[in-house]
């Protein structure tokens, strides 16, 4: 063999060696990027539903202290709360005999969190440095956050071991507001002061499960771009950008389900609220007519008693959901609220206008018929309507007052639509 062909073939298996070197290196460090931002994005999913749900129990805790609590009846379950004996009707006595008394809102947070936490999925915590029930003395960290709260620090999070298993727990103060002093004037609270906190523990393991089987494609992905460079940059970069492809999907994905109720496929209530919230802003600049319709689904205990849950109940939302949606036009918003309630949002819509399609939904409704396992049934509504500005220019005020209308259409017999009687001042 010549000299110079014995070169030229060391150097073409030398040069072939540095290019499968370089490819290699490109490949893996391309791999352990995405596995570096699968775990930055894992992170900021704990971290974005740790804050959903302490918004959610915040949102329930405003509630709950602007209606002064809420009374129940005296059972084993739910006994009267020694901790508000100070208020003068913590109990009443009905004329039937039955004794209710008053839960204030950390009752019935601190009850739906032990008794549902499957349900809650991150798992919520009430705790404060002036504890009434012993249940809520902090531990070491939340102690140390309590302390940072005193100080103006807003947020406090951590990635930590329980049980051997990985958590995020964040925790951010609760404010006392002219509300609470019903239930904790008493501790010498005022306007302002920092009460205590929500923490919230959010488990990993979950999302570092989906993490793992992702970056199983993702290593499958790269094997394959690494053996298509042999064949060519063009099918290379073409394999990398169809898995960008399902990474985007993914991501859209999730963002999908972060905004869409489970149940119905509609919008959830934290699309609602964001929603009303840019219509508001709107309709401030434009004083265009804006109208909130509050719907409830009649008799949904008597439905679930007679077909069940699965074949009663959620049949029943879903075929009322899927009804209405098919009324409403492309500018509505209709989502699902809370349980068998349902908003929806119609712009440039007066309350007159808004009660006429009201009416047309009841009587829509009332037409559908529910299969059970071997029955058919019907369901009816009764729905409430507030306007801006007539009945309030804030998200809170025309939902309450939608939520008037709807306890009047209740009181009146269901099945029935009735518009704000009240006027914001």
Known sequence: MPIKELFEGKRLRKNKSRLVFVWSAIVVLSLLLSFWNEYNEIRNIAENTARASFYKDLAFRVWGASHGG????????????PHLSHIPKRDIQQPDGTLLTLMNPAYMLRQMMNEYPGLYGAQGRITSLQYLYDGNAPDDWEKEALLAFEIGVD???????IEGEPYLRLMRPMITEEDCLKCHAFQGYEVGDVRGGIGVSVPLTPLYRMGVE?????????????LLGFLGIKQAIKQEMLYLKKHRYLQEKLQDQAVRDPLTGIFNRRY????????????????????????????????????????????????????????????DVFCRYAGDEFIVILSGTSCQAAYKRALEWREAVEK????????????????????????????????????DALYQAKKQGRNRVVMCEKTEK
């Open 155 to 161: 947020e406090v999070f951590e990635y930590v071991d």
């Open 70 to 81: 809420v009374y129940v009846p005296v059972t084993e379950r739910t006994q009267p709360n």
């Open 272 to 331: 609602m609220e964001a929603t009303l919230q840019q219509e508001l802003a709107k309709v401030a600049r434009t004083r265009n007519p804006l109208s909130l319709v509050m719907i409830d689904l009649d008799g949904l205990k008597k439905i679930n008693d007679l077909y069940g849950h699965f074949l009663g109940g959620d049949r029943a939302i879903k075929a009322l959901a899927s009804e209405i949606q098919s009324l409403c036009r492309e500018s």
């Open 368 to 403: 559908v018929k529910i299969k059970s396992v071997d029955a058919e049934f019907s369901i009816t509504i009764s729905a409430g309507i507030s306007a801006y500005p007539a009945h309030g220019e804030t998200l809170t005020s025309l939902i309450q007052h939608a939520d």
């Open 214 to 226: 992702h970056n199983y494609t993702a290593v499958f992905g790269y094997f394959f771009l690494w």
